[in-house]
């Protein structure tokens, strides 16, 4: 690995939440290759909420947990509901990414066991929300970037609380875990625009110890 011979920047988001800027840059290349293998055995597909609605984003996962969401509620499977089969396993450069992203901003066990695929084109969103499906709210989020850019909502422990806007661009990662672990957030409606590796889209790895 080469991430030695990268620095990046880091911008507080607050208290155990950061932004590293271009964590995920230096292994983009193995990222997607791994993100290709991962789709072709879970393929992207469009959940249903609780509600009853269609999600905008395009969801996958790996590792041994998976997030889903269905009419019967959000929970971790360790299978695919559509093929019935195991979560593809987590890439060794997806964790890899997590954890060392996680040691950067200050998280230096992190070993997740989920990873969440997001998939954006423009006009897709993410209302705001928490990240609460998880038994261990000790362990941090990791959430890193790629493809088109997207303004990522960071608001507080409440949901009418003020929100900040952050820009997020390919290969930045996101980071939130302590006092900030529960913050809720979300992602406003993408707006056109392609990028050279992954034309119209982006692409969201969330990494969380669910068990
Ligand atoms: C999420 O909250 O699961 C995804 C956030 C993002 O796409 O940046
Ligand atoms: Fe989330």
Known sequence: MTRNLFEGWTESLGEGA???????????????????EVAKLAPFRHMTTPGGYRMSVAMTNCGPLGWVTDQTGYRYDA???ETHNPWPPMPPAFLLLATSAAASAGFSNFVPDACLINRYEPGAKLSL??????????????SASLGIPAVFLFGGLKRAEKTMRVSLTHGDVVVWGGPARLRYHGVLPLKEAEHPLLGRKRINLTFRKAA
Do not use: M, N, W, Y
């Open 129 to 142: 929300h928490q990240d609460k499906d998880e038994r261990d709210f000790s362990q941090p989020i990791v």
């Open 79 to 81: 299978a695919d509901p």
């Open 18 to 36: 950061a932004v590293l800027r271009g964590f995920a840059l230096p292994e983009e290349t193995a990222l997607l290759a791994a993100l290709g």
